[in-house]
């Protein structure tokens, strides 16, 4: 079967994965199909976190969906340095802060010098319109739509715990019919920037609102930030990666469980069906 890839208003069980970092947006090539074998071998691997897993916690660029697969982070980085710079702040941001390219880097950094400020108010909503807007444009990412489904069916408890705003994320969910698999539990980016992941403050709070035991949960996410939360909170993790680079960034930070492909998992929860 040839996979194409679909935009959010499509549904399928397989989708064509375009990028789940914030700073880059390049198109990915259609990813070759897994041996049998190392499917198995991973599924092997996967048994047990799965098992344990009565609670999923789902970070969302990356895992569920590529946010800004048609509508560039780095320019949305950019144009919050230029409108910083254009407001007599470019002081505000060391020059690595400026070349980040990535949003929340230029977003955290004004908030350690102005927590609480209106001028951080001012970026976070800018933010969330570029995040808005790069919603209707978002790749979803391959296996992820039935997984969630079949998690839900299979009796699991699902909550999305990411660094994005939660409106973002009820919009995409909306748009690709997943709602109901998670609500009311999405809890993502607060006026608390210090809250952001690696901070657990967002798994803390699906977790509590769940009445859920870390030890009975499974955190789902493909960045070292969310890695450290997930182990700050106690909760097992399952890394994502898409590719050599972001499995290496996972591996460095300590991850040792990683797929680089989500469809084991969902062949591994309906074999148990």
Not at 44 to 71: K, M, N, S, T
Not at 120 to 143: I, S
Not at 206 to 219: D, E, Y
Request: charged share 25%; with cysteine; net charge negative.
């Amino acid at each position: 079967m040839v996979r194409r890839p679909l935009g959010n208003h499509h549904d399928g069980p397989d989708t064509l994965l375009v990028t789940s970092d914030t700073t880059q947006t390049e198109l990915a090539t259609e990813p070759a199909a897994e041996d049998d074998s190392v499917i198995d071998s991973m599924i092997d691997e996967l048994r047990e976190p799965v098992a344990r897993a009565h609670v999923v916690l789902w970070d969302f660029d990356g895992p569920i969906c590529a946010l800004f697969a048609g509508h560039s982070a780095q320019r949305v980085a950019i144009d919050l340095v230029e409108w910083l710079e254009g407001r007599g702040l470019h002081g505000l941001l060391t020059e690595a802060e400026r070349e980040s390219l990535d949003p929340h880097v230029v977003l955290r950094a004004v908030d350690r010098r102005h927590p609480g400020s209106d001028l951080v108010d001012e970026l976070e909503k800018r933010l969330t319109h570029e995040e808005l807007r790069a919603t209707g444009l978002a790749m979803p990412t391959p296996y992820a739509d039935p997984l969630i489904r079949t998690w839900t069916a299979v009796g699991a408890r699902l909550a999305v715990a990411t660094n994005n705003s939660p409106l973002v994320v009820h919009q995409y969910l909306a748009s690709r019919g997943l709602a109901s698999c998670f609500a009311p539990h999405v809890y993502g980016r607060t006026r608390e920037l210090s809250h952001l992941k690696p901070h657990p403050h967002c798994l803390n709070r699906a977790l509590n609102a769940m009445g859920a035991a870390p030890s009975s949960a499974l955190m789902i996410g493909d960045t070292p930030s969310d890695y450290v939360a997930a182990q700050v909170a106690g909760v097992p993790f399952l890394g994502y990666a898409r590719n050599a680079d972001k499995e290496k960034l996972l591996r460095d930070a300590g991850a040792e469980t990683i797929v680089g492909s989500l469809e084991p998992v969902l062949k591994l929860l309906r074999g148990q069906a």
